[in-house]
């Protein structure tokens, strides 16, 4: 599903949960220790420009948008590359622009074009309740910055019914996250997963081959 690329640079989409979100994918990209990434999906294009500035790392972006000036245009169903040509490859707020029926395939062609790791971030349908806590000394006696106490439920709203973006989230019913588990566990390891700090809307996996 193509976005227009307006979309991107609203004052809206430049939230402070986004900019959270931006952290945890550089983050996981870097402790990657990958040197050649493909980054599909580019957004508002903050993370790829960033990471293209690092010494050592060659990033090349894909996105369907050709607005988006990505360095290669095209469908995340159609990846035409070659086998095992990327160290790392990326997709974050992506796959869930296609049919469900199409997840599979597409995790299939993204683990033939990696030659180890996957990292993906999903929409999690979700609510519940947060709490972060800071102290004095908390790090030296936890061993970091901070404390968090998380406790969502699922729940049905009209999200992405209404936004007319998504085909599907991950949710407690149709499109459960052991559904979701099952079948990328047939092309990957499941690394970890994690749920992103004051947002556990978005919902990313570290895959391996």
Not at 121 to 146: A, N
Not at 165 to 178: A, L, N, R, T
């Amino acid at each position: 599903m193509k976005i227009d690329k307006n979309y991107y640079f609203q004052r809206k989409y430049a939230s402070l949960e986004r900019f959270i979100s931006y952290f945890y994918q550089i983050d996981f990209i870097i402790n990657a220790k990958a040197k050649r990434i493909l980054f599909i999906g580019i957004g508002d294009g903050l993370v790829p420009g960033y990471l293209k500035k690092i010494p050592g790392i060659e990033v090349m972006t894909y996105d369907i948008n050709l607005a988006l000036h990505p360095d290669v245009v095209g469908d995340v169903r159609c990846l035409s590359f070659k086998d095992n040509e990327f160290d790392l490859v990326v997709a974050f707020e992506v796959l869930e622009h296609i049919p469900f029926k199409e997840f599979p395939m597409v995790l299939s062609d993204l683990a033939r074009i990696s030659k180890e790791k996957v990292i993906l971030s999903l929409p999690f349908r979700q609510t519940g309740f947060e709490f972060i806590v800071r102290l004095p000394f908390i790090r030296t006696l936890f061993k970091r910055s901070f404390l968090r106490f998380l406790w969502t439920i699922p729940i049905k709203f009209p999200g992405f019914e209404a936004s007319g973006q998504h085909y599907w989230e991950i949710d407690s019913k149709q499109f459960s996250i052991k559904k979701v588990r099952l079948i990328i566990k047939k092309n990957f390891d499941i690394l970890f997963e994690q749920k992103v700090l004051l947002n556990p809307y978005r919902y990313f996996f570290m895959l391996q081959k």
